[in-house]
């Protein structure tokens, strides 16, 4: 996004971290939620956001402020630890920079609001999920032969994504 000022009518789109909550304020920006907009996450329409997740947000600019169209939660990298050495553990695969202080062990199942350095995640937020399930990857395609990439992931079976976003960003969700 520009740092130009948006003109009434205009749309925005910022996949930022959110920086509060009441009210909402993403990229430094207070953005209003109509009431009817939910957020959509992989963890169920029953998530709570929090200051450090990230969110993917559609708004229209009407004059006097950010209107909400669609908000989408996004994790950098979902799925069972593999193993923990001090603040860094190993998720599917690629490395997580852990939070200061986070209580995470092998075999937990956690979801990562973060971004991603190279091949490596640096979190800003994590959640552990109960049960089993859900492993996700968001970031940059890079293609590995007859495989693809994404950080330190290696994914098999999967093609490469040819689609709207350009660029190779993808979104692979195995549930």
Not at 117 to 128: D, E, F, N, P
């Amino acid at each position: 996004m520009s740092d130009r000022p948006l003109t009434a009518g205009e749309k925005a789109l910022w996949q930022k971290f959110i920086e509060s909550v009441e009210p909402l304020v993403v990229a430094g920006q207070r953005i209003v939620v109509p009431a009817g907009v939910p957020v959509l996450s992989a963890l169920g329409p029953g998530s709570q956001i929090l200051i450090g997740d990230t969110l993917a947000i559609t708004a229209n600019f009407d004059g006097a402020g950010l209107l909400a169209r669609r908000m989408l939660e996004i994790f950098a990298i979902a799925g069972p630890v593999q193993n923990v050495e001090g603040e860094r553990a190993t998720i599917l695969g690629s490395e997580v920079y852990l939070p200061q202080g986070s209580a995470v062990a092998s075999g937990d199942w956690i979801v990562v609001s973060g971004f991603w350095s190279g091949a490596t995640v640096i979190a800003r937020r994590l959640r552990k999920v109960e049960g089993t399930g859900l492993a996700q990857l968001t970031g940059v395609v890079e293609p590995a032969g007859a495989r693809v990439r994404i950080g330190g992931s290696v994914v098999q079976n999967a093609p490469t994504p040819v689609d709207a976003f350009g660029g190779g960003v993808w979104i692979l969700n195995c549930l």
